[in-house]
């Protein structure tokens, strides 16, 4: 038997193990990305600022990717997440006519939210990670718009509890702002704005369903008596088990047969599949197994009991086989 080649040494034997490597990792196969539905909601906030004496409305529009499903004990997120915080024109224009800005940055130091039916109650985005926004321009009459991102681009991660409704909401906001005016000296400064929110509206509402339960499995257990009663004696009785009337491609059946009210003991049980017998034996509850005949989806099960009295009770049953 010829030597295998001798492994290349030195860099021919890096070189190889990089391609190795290389062709390994393009047979792995990837796991498929769980579905998700996506999540554009509008949150109302009220807001203050005790340098501006004034309140206002902002609206926090929050878009990403949710679970399209949920079970109890499921960890989630919110993917590819991102804030939108709008300021409306009664907001800006205080900060114009007030102080003649011009443009505004800052950050988001706390951005907090709030769960129901899900662990942690609170989750405080900006925790660690101020979310900062660089300078944007502000104009009279004219709405601002202010682009933050979660760390990660993620709102999360959660704990779905138990089943029932499930909701994500806005809880407390507090934002840290610089002023810039070129017509007013006294414009440039910087401002605190806190936000709670202005309406119980949840940005994120869905289910959590504990999967079904399976079935549970059936004995498929059928009975027949005997149509005649004999003087003092209680009527024949059977019970068959493994004679589900379901299809399956299963050939062998194991079934068992039972039978009551039998004078003297079973003389003999007779198990016939299409008018020949399949089985004969001379005893109750034992297990058996019968072989259905290939190709033939439907096949006709009889099953014929007699005691030693001479009694005997019948039973019929068509059986599928896929």
Known sequence: MPKPPPFPPGGRRRKLLLALASLAATLVVPTAAASAAPVNAHSPMFCSSPQLLSQDYFDVVITGDRP???VPGQHFSVTNAN??????VKGVNVLTNLLGADTISGSVTR???ATTNATPNIVDLAAGHPMTFGSRPIAVGQPLTVNVTPPGAVIGSFNATSDG???LSTGHVEIQAHITSTTNPFGNQDIMISCDQ???VP???MSVASPPKPAAAKDNTVSAQSTTRARKLRRLKMRVSGVSRTCSSQRARKIRVRVQNARGGVRELVVRLDGRVAKRQEVSGRRMT???KRGKERQRLKIRATDETGRSVTLRRTL???
Do not use: K, Y
Not at 83 to 88: E, F, R, S, T
């Open 111 to 113: 951005f907090d939210i």
């Open 198 to 200: 202005g309406l119980p």
């Open 320 to 322: 599928c086989l896929r």
């Open 203 to 205: 940005f994120v509402l």
């Open 83 to 88: 804030l939108q915080i709008v300021v409306g």
């Open 68 to 70: 399209d499903a949920l």
């Open 290 to 292: 019968v072989h259905l």
């Open 165 to 167: 409704l499930m909701s």
